[in-house]
Nanobody, 121 residues
């Protein structure tokens, strides 16, 4: 069982930056791939970024490549999402998730409650 708690969301102007954190409970955090997803009002939840259990590999949605960076600190049971050059279309509720392997939404078994990111124009 893994419990996930996101933090770091907020209101930022376009072009600004935020860093999201996701703290995990449980001693098996380092064995899970971690992902970030987001859901805007009226839209389906979509993939943002994922990172392997070791941190050696990562992948991003095309819409955030070059602007967002996912990282993890297994000693702190935490995964991060650094978001730069934010755009109004990045406004959404951001979720972190844990799964056996990096992959699409269905690959992830455990989910946090989400943290709101709002980007003003």
């Amino acid at each position: 069982q893994v419990q996930l708690v996101e933090s770091g969301g907020g209101l930022v102007q376009a072009g600004g930056s935020l860093r999201l954190s996701c703290a995990a409970s449980g001693h098996t955090f380092s064995s899970y791939a971690m992902g970030w997803f987001r859901q805007a009002p009226g839209k389906e939840r979509e993939f943002v970024a994922t990172i392997s259990w070791s941190g050696a590999s990562s992948d991003y949605a095309d819409s955030v490549k070059g602007r967002f960076t996912i990282s993890r600190d297994n000693a702190k049971n935490t995964v991060y999402l650094q978001m730069n050059s934010l755009k109004p279309e990045d406004t959404a509720l951001y979720y972190c998730a844990a799964g056996a392997v990096p992959g699409p939404l269905a690959s992830y078994r455990y989910w946090g409650q989400g943290t709101q990111v709002t980007v003003s124009s």
